[in-house]
């Protein structure tokens, strides 16, 4: 079936430090989604990108959808220590699917901040 | 406006027995998705629902797994016969449109089976 592949795994890095994510895939995405998890809790929704090559921006956070449908990337600049959690991309896919609205998601990645 | 609710927070079942998840979505969200989370992993799609409808199961395994969202009252998962493997993270989200940028995630069911 289709598959996201994320990286880094981990992330560990100093405050202050810009972070930067990426998930692909083989197969087209229509919507690209970045998620942060905390402990006990479900994912929350920091950026939708909606159309290739749209870049989008939510204060600190810079998410792309990638011009090919297949990956995208997540920057996190100047890195706070609530910025702790486990990141995830999403994707819809594309092509050949029915609009259902599910999503795949990439297997996380955990980033740690050292103040 | 309160968000999605799942309860309970925490289940504890024992092998064989029946495990009851609910999901109450946002006010006027009418589509409900459910996925699963296995330790250290991402979600996994599991079934989406309108009220009254099952739209796509696709991700649901064939045996023991049931959802509804019936006209009234809360989306339920429901697992028979319960087994280790069904361990996991249960995560509800509801949309007004059946959109995923227009999800909003629930806090969970963490189901252990013992």
């Known amino acids: 079936g289709q598959q996201l592949n994320q990286s880094p795994q981990s992330m560990f890095i100093q405050e202050g430090e810009d972070v930067s994510m990426n998930c692909t895939s083989s197969s087209i995405f229509n919507t690209w989604l970045w998620y942060k998890q905390e402990p006990g809790e479900g994912p929350v929704l920091l950026i939708a990108l909606y159309k290739a090559g749209e870049l989008t921006s939510n204060g600190r956070l810079t998410a792309q959808f990638g011009i090919t449908r297949k990956d995208s990337f997540l920057n996190i600049s100047a890195s706070i220590p609530s910025d702790v959690g486990i990141y995830f991309c999403a994707g819809q896919p594309g092509e050949g699917s029915s609009n259902t609205g599910k999503l795949i998601f990439g297997q996380g990645t955990t980033l740690q901040v050292k103040p | 406006n309160a968000g999605v609710m799942q309860n309970p927070r925490h289940l504890v079942r024992r092998r064989g027995q029946e495990a009851r998840l609910r999901c109450s979505p946002m006010?006027?969200?009418?589509?409900v998705y459910w996925y699963r989370q296995l330790p250290e992993e991402g979600l996994k799609f599991m079934v989406y629902?309108?009220?009254?409808?099952?739209?796509?199961e696709s991700g649901m395994p064939k045996e023991r797994f049931s959802a509804e969202f019936p006209k009234e009252g809360p989306s339920i998962l429901r697992i028979q016969q319960v087994v280790r493997g069904d361990s996991a993270a249960y995560f509800c989200?509801?949309?007004?449109?059946?959109?995923?940028?227009?999800?909003?995630f629930g806090s969970g069911t963490r189901l252990t089976v013992v």
């Open positions: 989200a509801s949309s007004p449109s059946g959109q995923p940028g227009g999800y909003t």
């Open positions: 629902l309108q009220k009254e409808n099952i739209i796509d």
């Open positions: 006010k006027g969200h009418s589509h």
